[in-house]
């Protein structure tokens, strides 16, 4: 039951990162049109410049669960290979839940953050700029709540061996699966 949930917690960041990747191919397009209205035509648009940071704001912030999801973070292993498996399970376990913390305070700092842009109708200060800023701001509190799900799942998925759960056969997590394609 518990890998259950903690794929179905998976499948969310898994659909958001892979639907919010799609503002790469976005922001290449955008910059590349930038470029060549620059230098081939010698004129811009502060709109397009704007929407760079539009569409850079999904792509960093509602991909971070599925590259944490697929372990394609950072990890610093000098000491935890050292450790003995008990004492990994611990620091996994208490590594999932301070990521869990820090994702639930950064989503309820960082609400009334977008809320306020949202209530006031912020807008670029530049002539000819984007409108619906808070667009871009709430994409925060989306951004770590959707990481705070992921958390939530390796949360479950590091306690399985402090009750006693058995281990998991190779396969039956997405990571795995991801691991062997």
């Not at 410049?49 to 792509?59: G, I």
């Not at 200060?125 to 390796?154: C, E, N, V, W």
Request: net charge positive; hydrophobic share 50%; with cysteine.
């Amino acid at each position: 039951m518990i890998e259950r949930l903690a794929g179905a917690l998976d499948g969310v960041a898994g659909f958001c990162g892979r639907a919010a990747a799609w503002s790469g191919l976005a922001l290449v397009l955008v910059m590349a049109g930038n470029v060549l209205m620059r230098y081939a035509f010698h004129t811009g648009s502060v709109a397009m410049q704007e929407l760079e940071w539009h569409l850079m704001s999904p792509l960093a912030l509602l991909c971070i669960a599925y590259a944490i999801q697929h372990d394609g973070h950072v990890r610093v292993d000098i000491l935890y290979g050292r450790m003995s498996e008990r004492a990994q399970q611990a620091v996994e376990l208490v590594s999932c839940l301070l990521a869990l913390a820090l994702c639930v305070l950064i989503v309820k700092l960082s609400i009334p953050y977008a809320m306020q842009s949202y209530n006031i109708g912020e807008q670029s200060s530049d002539p000819g700029g984007l409108t619906h800023r808070y667009l871009l701001k709430a994409m925060i509190p989306l951004g770590f709540a959707i990481l705070g799900l992921q958390s939530l799942a390796s949360v479950l998925r590091a306690l399985r061996p402090f009750i006693g759960a058995p281990k998991r056969d190779a396969g039956t997590d997405s990571r795995d699966r991801h691991a062997a394609q």
